[in-house]
């Protein structure tokens, strides 16, 4: 059973029923992130009416619902600590204060609550309150925008490893370097381990119980990066286990902070490298989550199948690895110009014969 923080979930906590829900995620080996996000998620629902009861709240109806996704809308973003957020600072391309992901991730986690606490008919209503979408037929509650998927290109790319190899400490590189190559998400990052490091092959092994869907897979260490790794463990990280008594067999990324140093790193800790990042190179999109988007990309375009992008990728689906395969603009320039070739040849051989021009005639009116 996966072990849940009640701290950052206090108001769940306290409730026998959202409490349960939460203990049965765990005991079905749900991930750790993912039961974080069902207990922020709840915890978010209940904060959101503090004068409501819980009896009432378990029996809510569409209204009550659709109040919430107001809320949800209006509310002003929150540090992870709770405290408002300075607007100014948020980056979100869609201009709302909550990212439209995280609304619809909310929403989820609702509905999955509900529908829980039906089958277990601690909800007496046996209508779930939170409706879910139709395809083509009817829109869920919260929009799913339509927009052009964003990956660096070769100049961004190329800057961002610029900035990296020249302004980040050395943990910092290859946490980034890492993320690229091995298309690794932020739980990946902060739980791989010393141990899981093939120093002969020059790969590490991704344990299935890290993965977001419990997939395992092996990435492969570029030169650089293998290079920055190696150095890393062995002054950075070393240092750190002689002053702090770490596992040398553990987590390969430490804290070098003064608040908690030689413990492992956090996800978040992973955004803020990110973060600083983005706001250096004015690049608002970029995030964790790009690195692994641009590799998948890079191995498609290199000529691997997709079903091997998609191992590389840890997916189970072959449709979740399309989603993250982008094409350059310069790529569709160059295969939409071989159509145009075909219809400039075509033209040639019709020869230069003058266009043929239709009478205009002109009404007038008398």
Known sequence: MQEINWNCCPLVAQNPITRAFLEQMAKEQKSRSTIENYSRDLNDFLSAFPDIP???????????????????WKREAQQRTGQQRDRSKITYTSGSKLAPATIRRRISTLRSFY??????RHRRDTLNPVREGIRGRERGLVPVPISVPWIPDERQWKAI?????????????VIVLLAHDGALRREEIVQLRFDDIDWRTHTITIRAETTKNHMPGTIVLSHPTFIRLKEYIEEDRAALIRCYSADWNGPIFLSDSQRNPGQPLSK?????????????????????????HLMLTELKKSGMELLEVSRYGRHRRLASTEVYLHTDLSDLARDVNKAHRRLETLI???????????????????
């Open 115 to 120: 529908r829980w606490s039906i089958r277990l």
């Open 348 to 366: 040639a051989q019709c020869g230069r014969h003058p266009f043929s021009r239709l009478p205009i005639r002109i009404a007038i009116r008398v």
């Open 54 to 72: 819980f009896s009432e709240l378990i029996e809510a109806d569409e209204s009550r619902i659709a109040d919430y996704v107001d809320w949800l």
């Open 161 to 173: 490893l610029k900035h990296v190899l020249t302004n980040c400490s050395l943990r910092d590189q």
């Open 268 to 292: 978040w800790t992973v955004k803020d490298i990110f973060d600083r990042i983005r706001d250096a190179l004015h690049l608002p999109q970029l995030t964790p989550h790009k690195m692994r």
